[in-house]
């Protein structure tokens, strides 16, 4: 029986980070994916990475420190995250990208910057490459290779975690199944390690797990790897570890479900500009099923918008336009021209447009007078510049030019909040408060709850990825040898 140093469960972000640098200091590594491929949601992350105190902000003159990015998260989550674990996380963050920068990772040209999506940091901060997520997976993947060609890593990919084995509560192996095992032909698989390390990310793109773990919120729209369903968290929960932080939930809005009841929106393909009013000025409203506005849409606070919505029924809204406005201010959804919009409007799946308001609002299934009701109080906010429900100050248009539009838009999840309680040691934690001695646990295994807190904190998902994977791969190899 081969006895591996370290054992990495889910090849992604955080795992394969770990894998390299702990074989890169001698230790004997085995990684188990379950995908046919390496890098799990670096294919498709947006890449924006947070740490202060850079050798590129140096270069750049940005006076910065992991103390002073450590106390800006404080003021945006309000101590609301693992606020140890944030701490580390901060320290490690620029020890990471002057490990990227020393690999050849690609900058943009105008990274760091003050990003405006989310909450925005005080001090340019935001590090990203010129071709997102994939940029780190450019500069890491050649290494991992070659650590695996070179035997410091065993690969096992299609190889799905199943369950723990346990000796005296020490984590000491796992079972895995064969991906692409036929069904009702299940092959089975056992490795063992001195040191087992969880990664398989978070629970995002599973609608079952995400109904349980958040009973209170609607149904989930999610943008998140189809591979994310939390089962490093659902094995180790059978074993008594605590499941925390799941209540600092919040969504993103502006997800559009192509397929009626598919529960699925792609923020690649089909993203309304709902996230934030910096980047583009609303010159639509937004209506909940009752057809009632419910905030100022061009309000600046990318937090406040989020909750605003997230308050209404079944966290979702229509982006209400007619033609002019379609014209005047473009599509509404990133990736779409107007052409694509209204070819969009045509299959009436989830934009629709009318030639009367009261049609789109039978369409929509929102009642027509309610909707003739807010359009005719929001023209007269236009005729007057004057909105006295909401203060909005941006009121460059009536709608009133058929046809109108309306897109059903979601608040959507990328990412997962809820997460496995590690301690100081990144050693996963029991209900009984003791530790599993040798099974740690890294990435969004963890939960935005955690890295994040009760708000969105910019690159406080990918960054903690990668920087404890580093932290640990380095901890963990000094240990085993
Ligand atoms: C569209 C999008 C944009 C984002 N943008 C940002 C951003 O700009 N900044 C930021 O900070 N965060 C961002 N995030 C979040 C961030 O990218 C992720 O939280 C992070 O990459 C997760 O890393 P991870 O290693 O924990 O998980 P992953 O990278 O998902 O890796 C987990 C791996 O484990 C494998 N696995 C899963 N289950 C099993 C199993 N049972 N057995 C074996 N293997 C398994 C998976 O196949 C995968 O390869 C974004 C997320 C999305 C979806």
């Given at each position: 029986m081969q006895i591996f140093d370290i054992l990495v469960v889910g090849g992604g972000t955080a795992g394969m980070t770990c894998a390299l640098v702990a074989s890169q200091n001698g230790a004997k590594v085995l990684v188990v994916e379950k995908t046919a491929q390496i890098g799990g949601t670096l294919h498709i992350t947006a890449g924006h990475l947070s740490a202060g105190g850079t050798q590129r902000q140096k270069s750049w003159g940005i006076e910065d420190s992991p103390e002073l990015h450590f106390q800006d998260i404080r003021r945006i989550n309000q101590d609301s995250g693992d606020m140890d674990l944030i701490r580390l996380a901060c320290e490690e963050a620029p020890k990471t990208i002057d490990w990227l920068d020393r690999l050849g990772f690609e900058f943009a040209d105008d990274s760091p910057k003050i990003l405006y999506g989310h909450v925005p940091y005080q001090i340019p901060r935001t590090h990203f490459g010129k071709n997102l997520g994939k940029s780190i997976l450019k500069v890491i993947l050649?290494?991992?290779?070659?650590?695996?060609?070179?035997?410091?890593?065993?690969?096992?990919?299609?190889?799905?975690?199943?369950?723990?084995?346990?000796?005296?509560?020490?984590?000491?192996?796992?079972?895995?199944?064969?991906?692409?095992?036929?069904?009702?032909q299940l092959v089975t698989n056992k490795y063992y390690a001195r040191k087992i390390v969880l990664a398989s990310g978070g629970y995002a793109g599973n609608h079952s797990f995400f109904a349980q773990k958040h009973p209170d919120l609607s149904r989930l729209i999610t943008t998140a790897s189809p591979h994310s369903l939390g089962e490093g968290i659902q094995v180790t929960e059978k074993y008594g570890a605590i499941f925390h932080k799941a209540e600092n939930h919040i969504s993103t809005m502006g997800g559009i479900e192509l397929n009626p009841q598919s529960g699925v929106s792609d923020f690649w393909a089909n993203w309304a500009k709902m996230s934030n009013s910096v980047d583009r000025k609303a010159y639509e409203i937004y209506v909940n099923e009752e057809g009632k506005r419910?905030?100022?849409?061009?309000?600046?606070?990318?937090?406040?918008?989020?909750?605003?919505?997230?308050?209404?029924p079944n966290r979702r809204c229509w982006v209400i336009l007619d033609e002019e406005i379609l014209q005047t201010a473009g599509s509404i959804v990133y990736q779409w021209n107007i052409e694509q919009f209204k070819t969009e409007a045509q299959k009436g799946r989830a934009v629709w447009q009318a030639e009367s308001l009261a049609e789109l609002a039978t369409k929509i299934g929102v009642l027509p007078n309610n909707l003739l009701t807010t359009i005719e109080n929001y023209n007269q906010a236009v005729d007057n510049q004057l909105d006295i429900e909401f203060k909005r100050v941006f009121l460059p248009a009536k709608i009133q030019k058929p046809p109108f539009y309306a897109v059903l838009t979601y608040a959507f999840s990328l990412i997962s909040f809820g997460g496995l309680k590690v301690n100081s040691e990144l050693k996963v934690v029991r209900q009984n408060g003791q530790t599993f001695e040798n099974l740690y646990a890294i990435g969004e295994i963890l939960g935005a709850g955690a890295t994040s807190g009760n708000a969105f904190c910019g690159g406080m998902l990918l960054t903690p990825a990668l920087s404890l994977g580093r932290y640990l791969g380095k901890k963990l190899a000094d240990e085993v040898l």
């Open positions: 050649p290494l991992f290779e070659k650590q695996v060609a070179d035997g410091a890593i065993t690969l096992a990919l299609n190889q799905t975690f199943l369950d723990l084995i346990l000796d005296n509560n020490q984590g000491q192996g796992i079972i895995t199944k064969n991906t692409q095992s036929i069904e009702n419910f905030l100022d849409e061009n309000e600046a606070n990318p937090d406040i918008r989020e909750r605003a919505l997230a308050h209404q």
